[in-house]
């Protein structure tokens, strides 16, 4: 990073990129379960319920690439192996071995409500200390709470049919 764009970074820029990091191999981690989870899912409104599967994978791979992008900035090295993705997240990894459409988005569910932890406590580490990483949580953490009241809004639209 260049000299004046470091000097305005007011927290521990190593406790950062570890936190930095973690996400990162939260978001491959929730991209797969998205990507994989619309592939096998079944059951009623199948169609309608992957097509917001994938959306939501697209919306997980483009933070991945956010994220990797400020890692960068700030002189860290991403995540280089998929080793790393199990030993560094945060939120683990649920299989979706049920296939059936409502597993699926209780699973994805409970992802995103630990993306919302993970990416508050974030925002909690840079506020006021670092304006650049905390716009990018700020976007990231909004799409998080979007991810998770669709899919609990699907869930509730099966549940009153
Ligand atoms: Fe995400
Ligand atoms: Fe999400
Ligand atoms: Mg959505």
Known sequence: MGTKGKEI??????KLLEMLNKALADEWLAYYQYWIGAKVATGPTRGFVTAELEEHAGDE???AGMLVERIMVLGGTPILTPDDWNKLTNCGYDTPSDPHVKK???QNVKGEQCAISVYSKLLDFVKDKDFITEKMVQEILADEVEHEDDLQT????????
């Open 9 to 14: 970074v007011g927290v521990d820029v190593k």
């Open 61 to 63: 791979l483009r933070h």
């Open 104 to 106: 699926i988005l209780q």
């Open 154 to 161: 699907i869930l509730e639209d099966m549940s009153n049919k």
